[in-house]
């Protein structure tokens, strides 16, 4: 698959197994896609994933095992890199276990002014999503790897994934409500801060995430942990 340019394309559904061995995804000039759902074990060697300025796009559904030269375990591939950006409409990102596990390279969410939720993987099952890519949090202009997510109200990561990240620094994310994260996740972090999340309401952490970090702060309040 190297491109498709159907203006008037308003979703786009792939099954288990679609374009196995395409090196490249591009889905350009889209401008009435609404949906688009990747199935199970697909596009295993795509390099970088990158969706920008599909401003109708409003839910992105990957399932298991996709973009991954690594099914059902986790690498550390520095050239594979993950980019939504500049998609006014998105509401919702879903990815499924093992998708994206050997993605070490940037992890990029930006000027997303509509996303609400995020989930990738699976809590209480083994996921390894993104294992050994970097990981930022924020809503201000000022990070480096995901910004502009101004109605974020879930984030979701199941086990396993950024495991090898070295930091996790939610902050000034006004409308974030949940924050739940699976069993040995963002393992080799040092840098464990919450900040200016001024409406969340749930926290929940599984086994042995954070293990090299020793406290968890809120700027505006005092020390949490």
Request: glycine content about 6%; proline content about 1%; some cysteine.
């Amino acid at each position: 698959l190297t491109e498709i340019d159907l203006a008037r394309l308003s979703s786009i559904s792939l099954g288990d197994g679609s374009f196995a061995n395409s090196t490249s995804f591009n889905l350009s000039n889209l401008e009435s896609l609404k949906s688009l759902e990747v199935g199970n074990e697909c596009f295993d060697s795509v390099d970088v994933f990158n969706l920008e300025g599909l401003n109708a796009l409003k839910t992105l559904k990957i399932g298991q095992n996709s973009f991954t030269l690594s099914q059902n375990d986790f690498g550390d591939n520095k050239n594979r890199s993950f980019h939504i950006t500049n998609c006014n409409s998105i509401k919702s990102i879903d990815i499924g276990k093992y998708s994206f596990s050997d993605y070490a390279g940037e992890f990029e969410l930006k000027n997303l002014e509509s996303l609400e939720s995020i989930r990738i993987g699976t809590i209480n099952e083994t996921s390894n999503n993104f294992y050994s890519a970097p990981f930022e949090l924020h809503g201000t202009e000022t990070a480096d790897f995901i910004l502009d997510l101004p109605k974020l109200s879930t984030f979701y990561v199941g086990d396993g994934c950024f495991h090898d990240s070295r930091a996790f620094v939610p902050s000034n994310l006004d409308s974030l409500e949940s924050i739940e994260i699976g069993n040995e996740c963002f393992m080799k972090t040092n840098n464990c801060t919450i900040s200016g999340l001024n409406a969340l309401r749930s926290l929940f952490i599984g086994e042995y995430c954070f293990t090299k970090s020793k406290t968890i702060w809120d700027n505006d309040r005092s020390r949490m942990f």
